[in-house]
């Protein structure tokens, strides 16, 4: 849907979309028949090679949530961010993993390859305007930065 919907918007967008599950990736076009985008089946704990496709934003909505085995969901953090060449969002339940955390890791241990690196976060007022959605960035935006926020009670502790 998502897929569909930027294609609405931007029609001259070149949309990507991966899936582990090839009855999602069958679902996505039974939806939306005429969906001009380039989907593959990809498992997203698998570490993306350095020539994948490039994209400006690449998101996730709940998806790195469920990872729960070994470090796969740093393995698709990173991933993401080497697809990305603009922007990450991610659209996740905080309480599943301390995903500011991961990515502060990711980019000090140089798995995440930006030069500079800036997190903010969205509030939702549909969620009774909690923080909801993640954004990092390669330069700075007119977003609640997630740097520094002493005043924002956030979500953030992995749940034990």
Not at 62 to 71: G, T
Not at 155 to 160: G, I, V, Y
Request: hydrophobic residues 40%; charged residues 25%.
């Amino acid at each position: 849907d998502h897929l569909s919907n930027i294609k609405i918007f931007m029609p001259e967008a070149i949309a990507y979309g991966l899936d582990i599950s090839p009855d999602q990736l069958l679902l996505a076009f039974q939806r939306h028949p005429k969906l001009l985008a380039w989907v593959s089946l990809f498992d997203s704990t698998k570490l993306l090679d350095d020539d994948c496709p490039k994209v400006d934003l690449a998101f996730t909505q709940a998806v790195l949530m469920h990872i729960k085995k070994d470090d796969g969901h740093l393995i698709a953090l990173e991933n993401l961010f080497r697809a990305a060449t603009k922007y990450v969002v991610l659209m996740e339940n905080w309480l599943s993993h301390d995903f500011v955390k991961d990515i502060r890791y990711l980019h000090q241990d140089g798995r995440i390859k930006w030069k500079d690196l800036y997190l903010y976060f969205r509030r939702s007022p549909e969620f009774n305007n909690s923080p909801y959605i993640l954004i990092a960035s390669k330069t700075p935006l007119e977003y609640e930065s997630l740097e520094n926020n002493s005043t924002l009670e956030l979500p953030l502790k992995t749940k034990t």
